[in-house]
């Protein structure tokens, strides 16, 4: 089962982290973030949201490091803009 989210906008702050909620998604198999002003996802996001296969973090540039429960996924496809100067993890 695939959801798409397609307006941020009124579930997603201006800025500051990935609301907790997001967590509760449980089915969500598609995750896309792109060009927004999200500073941080929740550290337990990936450990909820098994089910994702495709991960798309594109132009938020104001995201620090990943949650390492990243690597617990068993994605498809990954996409994103990293910056050499942060960690990933």
């Known amino acids: 089962m695939s959801y798409h989210l397609h307006k941020f906008t009124s579930v997603v702050p201006v800025a500051g982290a ?4 997001f967590c509760n998604l449980t089915s969500l198999s598609n995750l896309h973030l792109e060009a ?3 500073t941080a996802l929740p550290n337990n996001l990936f450990s909820s949201l098994k ?5 798309t ?3 938020n540039p104001m995201m620090g490091s990943l949650p390492s429960t990243l690597t617990q996924l068993s994605l498809k496809n990954l996409s994103g803009h990293f910056s050499s100067a942060r960690p990933l993890f």
């Open 18 to 21: 990935l609301p907790s909620s």
């Open 36 to 38: 927004t002003a999200i």
């Open 57 to 59: 973090l594109v132009r």
């Open 51 to 55: 089910a994702i296969t495709t991960l």
